[in-house]
């Protein structure tokens, strides 16, 4: 994160600070009025339930949904400064197996960068990512089952564990929560985990951060999914070639490890301003890679052109971005795969990355 002075800027100004002071007072009662907004459209939203003549059955799934989400936000709101990886995988696969290993290893990979490493909470490659990253970098969000529910020995206990009801509340907090996701072999729920993944970012319902299915060492399970996505809907036209781009396939830790943290190299993260998105980055790109980038990727614009430039005003509320430099365009919010060979570009400093990433 950016370190963000709060007197910056303030030189020619009488009164030491006190502007700049007062300017953040003006923000935070913004901020807390935009708060109290949103929790009075919930309370309305919770009276006209009464109004429709809703049922009990369906007022106890709003209910429990709601408190379920609340506390899940309240677990995640103190860590929501460090970066996470989400990890997806069978709750059946044994301990000496290679992807438990693997699982194991990435854990540990991962929470030596001081990542912490998000898991189901349960036995099997849950448990080995939560092995491999030891109990202080590792969180949970568990699912109540008749079988397989009890929580790990690593995290059991923690106050960063978190007991579910529903499978749609747990997967929003998987995803919405993480700056990475990584798929080990499972069964039908790492599938539908996965792909709903993959939906979520090839549809921009979930800002891009990086996928990787990884195998064990010389594994083929999703070796397997990749060659029927490349053979049954990218053959048939049911996606686009770029859609690829959205996911890294592997067999390697190391590989997989290098894959998230290459993501951030550069890219720190994006917000749509209106009709602009605009990417926040570590360091300003180079201008002939500024040129290029504008030769390669206009496919991607609704108008206009990629411009650099500092925080839009709308953004004067993430003190935490406030110096990095910024590449805004008019982006048509459906060139996902396109949109991240950009970022793939702007972190590596060429157009390699999108030479080197191959379509079969």
């Known amino acids: 994160m950016a370190n963000f002075n709060p ?9 030491g600070g006190s502007l700049p002071l007062a300017s953040e007072q003006v923000a935070g009662d913004v901020r807390q009025q935009k708060i109290h907004d949103l929790v009075q459209l919930i309370k309305e939203s919770a009276d006209k339930l009464a109004q429709d003549g ?108 978190v007991h579910m009801k529903y499978f749609f509340t747990r997967k929003l907090m998987f995803v919405k929560e993480c700056d990475a996701v990584v798929c080990l072999p499972g069964g039908f729920g790492t599938l539908d985990e996965a792909l709903e993944v993959l939906t979520l970012l090839q549809t921009g319902k979930r800002d891009l951060v990086p ?96 411009e650099l430039r500092g925080p839009l005003p709308e953004e004067k509320d993430e003190s935490e971005v406030a110096e990095f430099p910024r590449l805004v365009f008019r982006f048509n919010r459906r060139s996902l795969g396109r949109l991240r060979l950009l970022i793939d570009c702007l972190n590596h400093g060429s157009l390699s990355p999108v030479e080197s990433r191959a379509f079969p």
Request: aromatic share 10%; glycine share 8%.
């Open 54 to 161: 809703s049922s009990r059955g369906d007022l106890k799934l709003l209910s429990r949904a709601l408190r379920e989400l609340r506390y899940a936000f309240k677990v995640f709101s103190p860590y929501r400064r460090m970066r996470k990886v989400t990890v997806f995988g069978s709750a059946r696969t044994p301990s000496g197996d290679p992807a438990y290993v693997q699982a194991e290893l990435f854990g540990r990979s991962m929470a030596a960068h001081d990542w912490l490493v998000v898991t189901g909470a349960a036995s099997g490659i849950m448990e080995a990512g939560h092995r491999g990253a030891g109990r202080a970098h590792s969180m949970g969000l568990n699912i109540m089952l008749p079988f397989e529910q009890e929580a790990n020995p690593i995290i059991a206990g923690d106050q960063k564990l």
């Open 211 to 306: 996928l990787v299915l990884l195998d064990a060492p010389g594994g083929d399970y999703w070796q397997s999914f990749h060659a029927f996505v490349v053979h049954q809907l990218r053959r048939r036209a049911l996606i686009s070639p770029e859609d690829l781009a959205i996911y890294r396939l592997t067999d390697d830790c190391p590989e997989a490890v290098g894959e998230i943290l290459d993501f951030y190299r550069v890219y720190h993260s994006m917000r749509y301003v209106k009709q602009k998105l605009v990417l926040r980055l570590r360091e300003a790109p180079h201008p002939l890679l500024l040129a290029a980038i504008n030769q390669q990727f206009p496919d991607i614009l609704t108008a206009g052109t990629f």
């Open 7 to 15: 007197e910056a800027g303030d030189a020619g100004h009488d009164g």
